[in-house]
């Protein structure tokens, strides 16, 4: 699987948009690109994912560049509850089987008042 | 939907002893996914069966550590002997068998081995 490259960590004002980046310039065709989050003590939690097309859910929105190299996930309106680690994954689809997620070091984002 | 459920939440226990997480799926899903998480290595995968077969167990540090999942409803990750540095927070995940299928975190398991 491509690695991925995060700021270790960011702040934003709550009620306002946090766009997390992500450099994954080594992925392959058939990659995608997931984001999960962690909130302190808790397991890992699914936000969002997508291949080439930028995708929107109930949680955020996914900015996927044209060249696939570097994505960027949006909180359109962060509240105190989104401070989390972030992880920017990048996960091939196996034919057939759930393949696994190989975490790196993620973005910590920290909503201030 | 209950979730994947994680038992026991914390486990205290001396070294040498012998240890027994244990996991329950969600219902329907085919995969389930052993993690571990650490201040110095971060959460990273042990092991992971489909359809209760292991397919990747290259993650399970050594010997000591052994998964199974006798059916689709239940797994286990044992550690036998104990050591201080398995000292971890252990999840465990659980997905459908599809290609870009999400994972699903249980709340864990916080091992202290003393």
């Known amino acids: 699987d491509a690695k991925t490259t995060q700021p270790p960590s960011m702040d934003c004002a709550e009620g306002r948009a946090a766009n997390l980046p992500c450099n994954h310039s080594?992925?392959?065709?058939?990659?995608?690109v997931y984001w999960y989050r962690q909130i302190h003590s808790q397991g890992p939690q699914y936000i969002i994912h997508?291949?080439?097309n930028n995708e929107t859910n109930e949680m955020a929105s996914l900015i996927i560049t044209e060249d696939r190299k570097s994505s960027t996930l949006i909180l359109p309106h962060a509240t105190l509850r989104d401070t989390a680690v972030y992880y920017c994954i990048v996960r091939a689809s196996n034919t057939g089987t759930a393949s696994k997620l190989t975490f790196g070091t993620g973005t910590r984002l920290q909503v201030t008042l | 939907d209950a979730g994947v459920i994680q038992s026991p939440r914390h486990e205290v226990t001396e070294m040498g002893q012998e240890v027994t997480l244990r996991c329950k799926p969600i219902?329907?899903?085919?995969?389930l996914f052993w993690y571990r998480q650490t201040m110095m290595r971060g959460l990273e995968l042990l092991i992971y069966f489909n359809n209760n077969v292991p397919i990747d167990d290259s993650g399970m540090p050594e010997d000591r550590f052994s998964a199974k999942m006798p059916n689709a409803s239940f797994s286990t990750l044992k550690i036998q002997p104990s050591e201080p540095r398995d000292s971890a927070v252990y999840f465990c995940?659980?997905?459908?068998?599809?290609?870009?299928?999400?994972?699903?975190f249980g709340p864990g398991t916080r091992l202290t081995v003393l």
């Open positions: 219902s329907g899903h085919n995969s």
């Open positions: 995940a659980s997905s459908r068998d599809k290609i870009t299928d999400t994972q699903y």
């Open positions: 080594t992925i392959s065709g058939n990659e995608y």
């Open positions: 997508g291949l080439k």
